[in-house]
């Protein structure tokens, strides 16, 4: 019984490790160690409270980091579009639970599945980073 289920985990851990960050194509992105602290009663973090709404943060990952709530969950993105080179206009601009890439093709996506919306089919999703709730404060980590 016990082999049984670590063998479906085993199963599962494999089918969901197609991911960006393992697709050869996804090479724009640095990996870089992300340790931010976000106090939820600052004023510039106010937004987070309210389910629909993200905060961008500059000067962590990439091109900055994108915080979004859904009222329940909070989920930190890097804001660079994994799509693109670097660029100025590589980085995303948030708007409530999407991120449009400033760039000429106006890549959008979701941020909470970090997946393309409406653009066909784009090979790399957005670069997610693990999210902790303590209280009012969230870690943000990868």
């Not at 004023?43 to 000067?59: C, D, K, M, R, T």
């Not at 979004?68 to 100025?88: E, I, L």
């Not at 997946?115 to 990868?142: D, F, H, M, P």
Request: net charge negative; proline share 3%.
């Amino acid at each position: 019984m016990k082999s049984t289920f670590i063998l479906i985990l085993f199963f599962l851990f494999i089918s969901c490790s197609n991911n960006s960050i393992n697709n050869p194509n996804c090479r724009f992105l640095l990996d870089l160690g992300i340790n931010e602290v976000v106090n939820l009663n600052l004023p510039q973090f106010n937004q987070l409270q309210f389910a629909g709404n993200s905060v961008y943060i500059e000067n962590v990952g990439n091109a900055g980091i994108i915080i979004a709530s859904t009222g329940v969950d909070f989920f930190a993105w890097d804001a660079a579009d994994p799509n693109h080179a670097q660029s100025p206009c590589s980085v995303l601009v948030n708007s409530g639970l999407t991120a449009i890439c400033g760039c000429e093709d106006k890549n959008e996506y979701s941020l909470v599945t970090g997946q393309a919306l409406g653009n066909g089919a784009l090979e790399c999703t957005l670069r997610n980073y693990r999210v902790e709730k303590s209280g009012n404060t969230l870690l943000i980590t990868n």
